[in-house]
């Protein structure tokens, strides 16, 4: 059903943006590791700050799940109508 609205309710796959974000946890402790061991110190504090990064956007995702349908619905559940704001 398109009502026109999309941008308005649009709505954010939370579970694959959690899985992407798990698959980019891994990779970023991996390469901190990585460049550690291999003296790379630069390479190491970039991927050091993109696991930071990475942490709190899976705490935020977490969040916005834990919180119910209003930020996860299912099929179930109808866009949300925008709000009427008709300049007069």
């Known amino acids: 059903m398109r ?3 999309e941008p308005a309710t ?3 796959a939370l579970r694959m ?11 970023a402790i991996f390469g901190t590791a990585a460049f550690a061991l291999v003296g790379r110190p630069g ?3 970039a991927c050091g700050v993109l696991w930071l990064v990475i942490t709190i956007d899976l705490a935020v995702i ?4 834990r919180q119910g349908p209003h930020y996860q ?3 179930d559940v109808p866009p949300y109508q925008p709000p009427d704001h008709r300049v007069r």
């Not at 943006?17 to 990779?27: E, I, Q």
């Not at 977490?62 to 799940?65: A, G, K």
């Open 73 to 75: 619905p299912g099929p």
């Open 62 to 65: 977490l969040r916005h799940i």
């Open 3 to 5: 009502t026109g609205s």
């Open 17 to 27: 943006r959690f899985w992407l974000s798990v698959w980019g946890l891994v990779w």
């Open 43 to 45: 390479w190491a504090i």
């Open 10 to 12: 649009a709505r954010s």
